[in-house]
């Protein structure tokens, strides 16, 4: 049955949709990257949520004058005017008041779609009731639906794609690089424009599929998913896109096989799927890799600081340091050191006295930026600077 | 242990009012502070010196508990943190605090009573006297009633010594309390402090400006991660001891003339 | 006209005040403690702690429900601060991560779940049905002195009110160590309080308010009361103890006028319908933050 959706077996329809969903993933993987690397990924929770009084607006408005209120291409006129009001009021609060910035985006998410919650009751009290469908948007439905309404998700899915990838570059230099922005001449504030424009289209683009109250999942999950895998910005750009790109595909194809499920939360839980793969098991920051490496770092670090101890004749206050010691048979049960004991924490001090030299050294100076109390400094130097070093603190201390 | 206590630890520095054993604190893979040793001497002023990224504030907060390090140990007067934290007075960084905060400069300084007060005790008219007399002390008497968002940046680090003041503390830990203030205040903070440590207060501060250190401080740590050296001023603050702690970054031209050479 | 109040409009006016005053109250140290969000976060994860308490324990008792969303809110913020810290990611976005998800998990697992013959749906979730808590023991202005009549009482106005009585005590008993935290840590953990702990409190203690006012207001709806009162009070004054009174009076100002406008405001204009009050009562309380943040005496930062 999945593959069946996955090789587009299902109809038309569900072809289209799956398209389309993959391509908005797509488009917001990557706008979400910019978001994410500007910090401000919670502003598209304000912008979507702002959507809903718009939709409703425009669904009286059709209506009032004699047309079909569900018509989705005025729908989404209406809310793309009303999610514009809500940035145009995050961007006020923070900036104008002494409100933070997130408290302007849970305000202006909380009653512009409170206000919403209003109007779909005033639709309601007009006798639309539930033929109005307006509910679909909450949480993304695409069971049923028309083939024109297919078409223009699709097609502009595919738009919003094509516009974030020529917008790439502009948008990468301001992310990145806002000084070199300026420099050749960028305005800062055209490229954030630019962004707040393509993250309104993903949203505006995304209602029906995904829904307003999740689409800001698409636009977050990716790239903070992303993130675990590299740290090279336009490696995180690619990553999140496919991310995204994948999440939506799959999402549309369980959806298909499931119609009575509202779309969104599937497509948010393939998202999260692949996010949680990233988190646990991408090779540098995941948890797994995380974790390892910090218990080694502690070990080491009590190793260290144990044999640089046992060197100057301290006494070991730590029972990990000790227990460590004597499971390396660096020392007996009191802590009197082994003769192997003796002789790690002599070369162990003596790399402690070199480092010393090469740090208040200038002219080490690069070296001296690798000091981590844990890297032997043979590491680091090459024979002959070491012999000069050695040359210097003259022969190690109580050495044969 | 068969081990003798040897050198540095000995009977004097156990009763010390801090002594720091073997202190390793990291974020992430790399140690902000590696094996640090440090003994206050009771009564004295001691400045700890350093590069910027040598984990001098880093080595204040792990002491207090405020950061969790990797490995090392504390102790106030002989005994753990958590036995006499009424002795001590701490004072953050200015820029480590929000000063668009909805608060009163005296509002601030009563925050050093609370331990005393409790949760529920009621501040009474001497519990506003003594926060007053704080801020006569370092000053700011006639401030008392400001937003604390209008201080200037030497206002606030004084409002901040006041309400350490109101601790009423044994040994104060300072983080930075010259950065960034004004000549005036400079004085007056210098003035408050020594006050204190003629009244046998002991007093500890993460300080910057090699030129004012003779000045200002009876002992000097210096830290580049690791302890370079500590000990009195006289003793420590030399040009090869602070070649050594600052490396390349410390040209000739900071090289304070106060130092031994 | 007494009897129809006390019965149709009294319940849903005091439960409604009582609700914005839980919300807004401790929305005030999220505000300063620059956590706005984790109110909408909170808001969110209450579904699935709901739903899941109502998988585990097949029935929608109070107590079941308080359990399993203090536990979401608390999952919420552990699995927050993992992404934050492992991945070194901000925290808007580790948040973005967790809430979304756990709504979506909590929508699936509801649509997926017998469900029936109990009113739990995920639009109820949204908008909740304060219009329907009636009293229909009510016979008038005398009921409220007659314990048969009272024992009738929605069941959600004295849970509503345990819950606030709960926030107030809490936040009057730890306002001491609450201010301090939210504006010095560091000063805060040197003074031994354990910050996290009374963090994680404040969190708890916000589910709390999520939860219980979840039925009557349905749980977006609980972000407009975390954040807009505090804030447009914030604007209005300088002080911590006036600006935390006047978010509550501003919070019960929007519950009344919001109540009201929503049950009679269509009626006003001669149409015989009534709208949400939940979003009427946020509508009210965006209008109030608007005007402050227009000409709030406070409403500029100083610098």
């Not at chain 2, 210096?222 to 603050?237: K, N, R, S, W, Y």
């Not at chain 3, 399993?68 to 973005?96: D, H, K, Q, T, Y």
């Not at chain 3, 031994?192 to 409190?201: N, P």
């Amino acid at each position: 049955m999945l593959l069946d959706a996955l090789l587009f077996q299902l109809g038309y329809n569900a072809a289209l949709v799956m398209i389309g969903a993959g391509l908005l993933g797509l488009a917001a993987g990557m706008a979400g990257t910019f978001l994410f690397l500007r910090k401000r990924a919670l502003v598209s929770d304000a912008i979507s949520h702002a959507t809903l009084p718009g939709i409703a607006v425009a669904f009286i408005v059709m209506e009032a004058f004699g047309g079909d209120g569900r018509s989705l291409a005025g729908l989404l006129i209406g809310a793309i005017c009303a999610s514009a009001l809500g940035l145009a009021a995050v961007t006020y609060l923070g900036n104008r008041t002494r409100l933070s910035e997130d408290a302007a985006i849970g305000a202006v998410l909380s009653v512009f779609f409170g206000f919403g919650i209003v109007l779909l009751t005033v639709i309601q009290a007009f006798g639309y009731g539930r033929q109005s469908g307006l509910e679909g948007f909450l949480l993304g439905s695409t069971a049923g639906m028309l083939r024109s309404d297919a078409t223009l998700i699709a097609v502009s899915a595919a738009l919003t794609c094509a516009i974030v990838l020529l917008m790439r570059r502009p948008l990468t230099v301001a992310a990145f690089d806002p000084g070199f922005a300026r420099v050749s001449g960028q305005r800062p504030d055209w490229a954030e424009a630019v962004l707040m424009a393509v993250v309104l289209a993903v949203t505006v683009v995304g209602l029906k599929v995904v829904g307003l109250i999740l689409i800001v999942a698409l636009l977050i999950i990716p790239p903070v998913a992303a993130r675990f895998w590299s740290d090279q910005s336009t490696h995180v750009l690619w990553i999140s896109s496919i991310i995204g790109g994948l999440a939506g595909y799959f999402g549309a194809a369980l959806s298909a096989i499931a119609p009575d499920l509202p779309t969104g939360p599937i497509i948010v839980l393939c998202a999260f799927g692949l996010f949680l793969v990233s988190f646990l098991f991408a090779p540098e920051r995941g948890v797994l890799a995380s974790v390892l490496r910090h218990f080694r770092f502690r070990r080491d670090v009590h190793m260290r600081q144990g044999l640089l101890a046992l060197a100057q004749g301290h006494p070991i206050f730590e029972d990990l340091t000790l227990k460590l010691l004597i499971r390396a048979g660096f020392a007996s049960a009191d802590g009197v050191p082994t003769d192997t004991g003796r002789a790690r924490a002599a070369k162990a001090l003596r790399d402690e006295a070199r480092w010393r030299e090469v740090r208040g050294d200038p002219a080490f100076e690069r070296a001296a930026a690798r000091y981590d109390g844990l890297t032997d400094l043979s590491d680091v130097l090459t024979e002959d600077q070491l012999r000069e070093v050695d040359a210097r603190i003259g022969p190690p201390v109580g050495a044969a | 242990m068969t081990l003798e206590l040897v050198g540095h630890s000995s009977e004097q520095d156990r009763a010390a009012p801090l002594l720091i054993r073997g202190m390793t604190v990291s974020y992430g893979e790399k140690p902000a502070v590696f094996s640090a040793d440090m003994a206050l001497r009771a009564g004295e002023m001691t400045a700890i010196i350093g590069p910027n990224g040598a984990g001098k504030s880093t080595l204040l907060k792990a002491a207090l508990g405020i950061v969790t390090p990797l490995a090392g140990q504390a102790q106030f007067f002989g005994q753990t943190l958590d036995a006499v934290r009424g002795r001590l007075a701490y004072v953050p960084q200015r820029a480590s605090v929000d000063w668009d905060f909805p608060t009163r400069v005296i509002d601030v300084v009563l925050m050093g009573l609370y331990p005393r007060l409790g949760l529920l005790g009621r501040i009474r008219g001497n519990h506003r006297d003594e926060a007053m007399g704080c801020l006569e002390r370092v000053g700011m008497e006639a401030f008392a009633k400001r937003q604390i968002g209008q201080l200037s940046g030497g206002q606030q680090q004084r409002v901040f010594l006041a309400r350490a003041l109101a601790q009423k503390a044994d040994l104060y830990l300072l983080d930075e309390p010259f950065a960034g203030v004004d000549a005036a205040t400079e004085k007056a903070i210098i003035t408050v402090l020594k006050s204190l440590t003629e009244a046998g207060k002991t007093v500890v501060a993460v300080h910057h400006d090699l030129a004012t250190v003779v000045d200002y401080f009876d002992n000097v740590l210096l830290l580049a991660t690791q302890v370079i050296a500590q000990g009195p001023v006289e003793e420590v603050f030399t040009k090869a001891l602070l070649e050594k702690t600052y490396g390349g970054r410390l040209s000739q031209a900071v090289m304070p003339e106060s130092a031994v050479s | 006209m007494g009897f129809e109040f006390v019965s149709l409009s009294l319940p849903p006016l005091v439960i409604g005040v009582c609700v914005a005053i839980a919300c807004a109250v401790p929305g005030n140290f999220l505000l300063l403690r620059r956590q706005a969000l984790i109110g909408d976060a909170i808001s969110h994860v209450v579904l699935p702690g709901i739903v899941l308490a109502f998988v585990v324990a097949g029935s929608l008792s109070s107590v079941a429900m308080m359990i399993g969303a203090a536990v979401a809110a608390v999952f919420s913020m552990v699995a927050i601060e993992l992404i934050r810290r492992f991945g070194r990611i901000e925290p808007g976005a580790a948040m973005g991560v967790v809430f979304t998800t756990m709504f979506a998990a909590g929508v699936l697992l509801l649509e997926q779940s017998d469900t029936d013959g109990v009113h739990l749906d995920v639009e109820h979730a949204l908008f909740g049905n304060l219009e329907g808590l009636i009293w229909f023991d009510a016979l008038g202005w005398a009921s409220l002195l007659d314990p048969v009549a009272l024992a009738g009482l929605p069941v959600e106005l004295p849970r509503m009110f345990a819950v606030l009585v709960i926030i107030v005590v809490f936040t009057v008993v730890y306002w001491r160590p609450l201010a301090v935290m939210s504006f010095d840590e560091g000063f805060a953990q040197a003074l031994g309080l354990r910050t996290q702990a009374l963090g994680m409190m404040l969190v708890i203690l916000s589910a709390l308010a999520a939860v219980a006012a979840f039925d009557a207001v349905g749980s977006i709806i609980v972000i407009a009361m975390f954040i807009c009162p505090p804030a447009a009070a914030r604007l209005l004054t300088n002080q911590l103890g006036r600006q935390v009174w006047l978010s509550a009076l501003l919070a019960a100002i929007s519950a009344i006028i919001g109540y009201v406008l929503a049950g009679y405001g269509l009626g006003w204009l001669g149409y015989g319908a009534s709208v949400s009050a939940a979003g009427m009562i946020a509508t009210v309380s965006g209008v109030i933050l608007a005007i402050a943040a227009v000409c709030g005496p406070h409403r500029r930062r100083v610098s």
